[in-house]
């Protein structure tokens, strides 16, 4: 079968060994480094909006521990099931939020990302040695209505590649 020119080109083997060269690593890059999530929602905003193309990087937390400050996908379900939060504190440490103000270690947590909200209270609570707390940086929602908490290590795919 001869395939016209302008799909195969001028040499269709070459053509042939690009597009299998270009599939096999779409596959890699896809399968095992980088995951696409839409993000869907408000509890991000403003750093990803409802209906964005993030891509996470799944071989970060293999060459360094997660970092307070990252945007993390969370596996909730299965493998299509995440969260995309706000990494804040890390295993060990004490935290509170005290009308919308983030508290690590006795330390007031400076983010400039985060819309706050003066209604939200958590009293302190300190993270076992496999836990961190993510939260979304939208905090203008009601408490109640917003998806936050610990998570362990294992739950955390990576953080934000672009």
Do not use: C, Q
Not at 107 to 135: C, H, S
């Amino acid at each position: 079968m001869n395939l016209p020119r302008w799909l195969a080109g001028k040499n269709p083997r070459r053509t042939a060994v690009r597009a299998a060269i270009l599939i096999a690593a779409a596959y890699l890059v896809f399968g095992y480094i980088l995951l696409p999530v839409r993000g869907a929602g408000v509890s991000m905003r403003p750093t990803i909006d409802s209906g964005d193309l993030i891509f996470i990087n799944r071989l970060t937390y293999r060459f360094r521990e997660p970092r307070r400050g990252d945007v993390v996908a969370v596996r909730m379900a299965g493998r299509s099931v995440v969260y995309v939060k706000r990494l804040v504190a890390l295993p060990g440490e004490r935290l509170k939020i005290d009308a919308g103000a983030l508290s690590v270690n006795g330390e007031w947590i400076n983010e400039p990302y985060a819309r706050k909200r003066d209604d939200w209270w958590l009293g302190e609570a300190t993270l076992g040695a496999d836990e961190y707390f993510v939260v979304g940086d939208n905090r203008t929602m009601p408490m109640h209505l917003h998806d936050m908490g610990t998570v362990s290590r294992a739950r955390l795919i990576g953080p934000l590649a672009f």
